[in-house]
């Protein structure tokens, strides 16, 4: 006897589905489960054309509809297409931003040891004419202009991506607060680029004067002038553009101390609120001893007003206990405002000197060093050669530059240790961080190359908008008329107002009401706390 063959079975067709539901039915109720009659036979003959072509329809319309989905597809693959190329763009970025960032300590170095000591070097061999010495400082001096190289392009870069990306976010959203917060940036990025390019070009020259001088070729002397020309044109740019940066932060504390002392400002408000706590209360008491009178016995009325007078009193308990949550709120408003406002004016005091300091200062000391070499160069038979003036600006550059990158240094460690290990310091409404141990904090706060991002300024970013923003704000419903005015007054003078804005009051009010542009004004609050 043969095995049986096993067939794949198919499915059925529209037709016999019918026929057999007709049998089931049949069965139910008691009808023969033959072929049935004649008409049956054509009924379903009929189904099952019907169904052949109901079949066939819908292959077809769904061969149109994804011929008709292609270009949607294709779009949709245009747009994958344009986000992986945004995202290639944003991986180089970060990848040169943290290459810059890993050789900033070591071109800090070079910047104020390595390259003022060369200067050293060379006034000595200049003047003892050890020609030995003069070879070491110009292979020092090589080394050191190259470092400076390789750590300037890769910021100059990440300086151009971040330009260009500001600046079409910026044409995206021609007004409101992404508007200022991008247009700004790409404003401060543009000017980093170049200036980065020129910085580029005068290591450049530095480089090349080095080299002329170890090879001890004829045009060592027209070197040294074009590496002078480029670090006096180069350190007077930057001196200048720090001097605009501080004439910025002094203008901004400025404004902000003109906002006043909020205790004093706020103090008729919180005087007025407290009488009427005051009040409140006496209410409420009144109310409830006109409750308890319904209970002596001398009442001839006995107990028909007492549910009016409950209800009286429940009334003014509750109106008492809402002015006095409102006074609470106030009296804390008013000391977020101030805690917020001296923020405000430390960080600009913090820049001031920063950017004396780091640049108004040491980068004209360094341009007068170049003019020093300029100067050696076409007056060295007259016995400049051996002037110890362009080794003592460079020195004091070098020193002040140092210094202040030393400090920047010390206190990111400082804020990226704070923000692991203390992190509910600084914890928003809601957060609850988990602090690490001491040895991860450290190797937290060892990783110069990330920005600490849940730390005090952050937070008080968070507080200046919660005091700024309206009732449609979790968090603001509370604020009084004149609270939020004076947060939307610390905003103008933090420079983030209707005009920055180029909008009108009443839209850039709207702005501050408005869930959805919450994270974009946190964003511009924060940068703008910290610029001048």
């Known amino acids: 006897m ?56 819908a292959v077809q319309r769904a061969r149109r509809e994804d011929k008709g989905k292609a270009p949607e597809n294709g779009g949709a693959s245009a747009e994958a297409k344009k986000k992986s190329k945004k995202n290639y763009r944003d991986r180089i970025s970060g990848l040169l931003d943290r290459l810059k960032k890993n050789l900033d300590t070591v071109d800090t170095w070079v910047k104020g040891v390595q390259t003022p000591g060369n200067a050293g070097m060379s006034q000595q061999a200049s003047a003892t004419a050890d020609t030995g010495l003069k070879d070491s400082a110009a292979v ?71 080299v002329t001088k170890v090879q001890h070729a004829a045009d060592a002397a027209m070197a040294a002038e074009a590496s002078g020309v480029t670090s ?14 501080i004439g910025g932060a002094i203008s901004k504390l400025k404004k902000v101390k003109e906002l006043g002392d909020p205790e004093a400002v706020h103090a008729a408000s919180l005087t007025e609120l407290e009488e009427l706590r005051i009040e409140a209360n006496w209410a409420a008491a009144r109310a409830y001893a006109n409750l308890d009178s319904y209970w002596n016995e001398d009442n001839p009325g006995g107990l028909l007003g007492a549910a009016d007078a409950l209800g009286g009193t429940a009334e003014a308990m509750s109106v008492a206990h ?35 300091a780091g640049g108004a200062l040491s980068e004209p000391l360094k341009a007068g060093a170049g003019a020093v070499t300029i100067a050696n160069a076409v007056m060295v038979g007259a016995g400049l050669a051996s002037n110890p003036v362009g080794w003592g600006l460079a020195g004091a550059g070098g020193g002040l530059i140092l210094g202040v990158t030393l400090y920047k240094a ?37 990783k110069f190359w990330q920005k600490v991002s849940k730390g005090e300024r952050r937070f008080i970013a968070h507080e200046i908008y919660s005091l700024a923003a309206g009732p449609d704000i ?31 009051e009443a839209a850039w009010v709207a702005s501050l009401n408005d869930p959805a542009q919450k994270e974009a004004w946190i964003k511009e609050i924060m940068e703008q706390a910290a610029s001048g």
């Open 410 to 446: 010390l206190r990111a460690v400082t804020k990226r240790y704070e923000e692991a290990h203390h992190p509910e310091r600084w914890a928003l409404e809601g957060e609850n961080p988990e602090a690490k141990s001491r040895s991860e904090s450290l190797g937290h706060a060892l």
């Open 140 to 210: 020092s001096g090589t080394s050191a202009g190259a470092m400076n190289l390789v750590t300037e392009v890769p910021g100059t870069a990440v300086n151009a991506f971040d330009w260009h990306k500001s600046r079409k976010a910026a044409k995206a959203s021609p007004t409101g607060v992404k508007h200022h917060t991008n247009d700004r940036r790409a404003n401060v990025k543009g000017a980093d680029t170049v200036v980065g390019a020129a910085s580029s070009a005068n290591y450049t020259a530095a480089v090349a004067k080095e």
């Open 232 to 245: 006096t044109v180069v350190g007077t740019a930057k001196g200048v553009r720090s001097a605009f940066r």
């Open 474 to 504: 979790p968090g603001s419903g509370r604020n009084t008329r004149d609270m939020r005015q004076s947060g939307m007054s610390l905003l103008i003078a933090m420079k983030a107002g209707p005009e920055q804005h180029k909008m009108d």
């Open 2 to 57: 043969s095995a049986p063959v096993h067939r794949t079975p198919e499915r059925p067709s529209v037709a016999a589905l019918a026929s057999a539901r007709e049998r089931r039915e049949g069965s139910r109720t008691g009808s023969p489960s033959g072929t049935g009659t004649s008409a049956q036979q054509a009924l379903l003959g009929l189904q099952s054309s019907a169904g052949n072509q109901a079949a066939t329809a």
């Open 322 to 356: 809402e002015v006095a949550e409102t006074l609470d709120q106030a009296q804390k408003n008013v000391q977020r405002l101030d805690t917020a406002q001296k923020f405000v004016k430390q960080k600009q005091i913090n820049k001031i000197g920063k950017e004396a």
